[in-house]
């Protein structure tokens, strides 16, 4: 399957999962009133709303544990076929049915998502390696050039990105992006998560190799607000560093 084509078949199954899934359990459960205590049902349509979370899908996940809930408020707990309940033990019950199920979904997606961020931000690394172990010492350095700029495009999600040499402009003034992935402008960090790229200035990114400062990676986003995490952007600053070894190794610079 294309991995790509994996989030929409996801999206496909969570929520006919989610809505049909404890329903359809609790139901099959039925004959076995009397002989199965109704408390043990709850924690299999537990089991259930964990099957749902596990395909990371965050509001499929809750509403499974919603209908868990109600499923068994309606088909296993007395009067039964309503929505009520007289026995005040299966109200706790249900009650926490819903919250446990809500709270596994949570996690889940919580954990889903950091694995999906671990993966992103490896991937990230991997290009910016990638870049220098191919690296061809015969080759035009400018197409190695032209590499790093597309890709800290697609890594940072802005418009442009340009190889210049000289001092970086604007001086003291001006919008760096620091070793350790921080927006340092006009001398004092930014909050990049909150406020995001700055669209009214260039972005600079030193490039330097070999103890000799090349130039810098002019990077703007000006049509577009870009929020990229510090994985990205530490992945675009060692992006810059392997530009520096790639400009030392063809031992000079390009202009």
Same mark, same amino acid.
């Given at each position: %399957?294309?991995?790509?084509?994996?989030?929409? &078949?996801?999206?496909? =199954?969570?929520?006919?999962?989610?809505?049909? @899934?404890?329903?359809?359990?609790?139901?099959?459960?039925?004959?076995?009133?009397?002989?199965?205590?109704?408390?043990?049902?709850? *924690? =299999?349509?537990?089991?259930?709303?964990?099957? +749902?979370?596990?395909?990371?899908?965050?509001?499929?996940?809750? /509403?499974?544990?919603? %209908?868990?809930?109600?499923? #068994?408020?309606?088909?296993?707990?007395?009067?039964?076929?309503? #929505?009520?309940?007289?026995?005040?033990? &299966?109200?706790?019950? /249900?009650?926490?049915?819903? !919250? +446990?199920?809500?709270?596994?979904?949570?996690?889940?997606?919580?954990?889903?998502? /950091?694995?999906?961020? #671990?993966?992103?931000?490896?991937?990230?690394?991997?290009?910016?390696?990638?870049?220098?172990?191919? #690296?061809?010492?015969?080759?035009?350095?400018?197409?190695?050039?032209? *590499?790093?700029?597309?890709?800290?495009?697609? !890594?940072? @999600?802005?418009?442009?990105?340009?190889?210049?040499?000289?001092?970086?402009?604007?001086?003291?003034? @001006?919008?760096?992006?620091?070793?350790?992935?921080?927006?340092?402008?006009?001398?004092?960090?930014?909050?990049?998560?909150?406020?995001?790229?700055?669209?009214?200035?260039?972005?600079?990114?030193?490039?330097?190799?070999?103890?000799?400062?090349?130039?810098?990676?002019?990077?703007?986003?000006?049509?577009?607000?870009?929020?990229?995490?510090?994985?990205?952007?530490?992945?675009?600053?060692? %992006?810059?560093?392997? *530009?520096?070894? =790639?400009?030392?190794?063809?031992?000079?610079?390009?202009?």
């Amino acid at each position: %399957m294309d991995t790509e084509d994996r989030p929409v &078949l996801l999206d496909r =199954i969570a929520w006919p999962a989610a809505i049909l @899934g404890p329903s359809l359990v609790a139901l099959a459960l039925v004959p076995l009133r009397g002989r199965v205590d109704a408390t043990n049902v709850a *924690l =299999i349509l537990v089991v259930v709303v964990v099957a +749902v979370a596990a395909l990371g899908r965050r509001l499929p996940g809750l /509403a499974a544990a919603v %209908m868990a809930g109600l499923a #068994f408020d309606y088909l296993w707990t007395s009067p039964y076929y309503t #929505f009520s309940i007289d026995n005040p033990d &299966l109200i706790q019950t /249900a009650v926490l049915l819903v !919250i +446990v199920g809500a709270a596994v979904s949570e996690l889940a997606w919580l954990g889903q998502h /950091a694995r999906q961020q #671990f993966v992103r931000s490896r991937s990230y690394v991997a290009g910016a390696v990638d870049v220098v172990a191919t #690296f061809d010492p015969g080759a035009d350095p400018l197409a190695q050039v032209r *590499l790093v700029e597309q890709r800290i495009v697609d !890594i940072l @999600g802005v418009d442009g990105c340009r190889y210049r040499t000289g001092p970086i402009p604007g001086g003291q003034t @001006g919008a760096v992006l620091a070793a350790d992935g921080s927006l340092q402008v006009a001398g004092h960090r930014t909050d990049i998560g909150r406020s995001g790229l700055p669209t009214d200035r260039i972005i600079a990114i030193p490039v330097a190799g070999g103890g000799h400062a090349y130039g810098y990676l002019a990077v703007t986003a000006a049509s577009r607000w870009s929020r990229p995490t510090r994985e990205q952007r530490q992945a675009a600053v060692l %992006m810059a560093t392997q *530009l520096g070894e =790639i400009l030392t190794r063809a031992e000079q610079p390009t202009r």
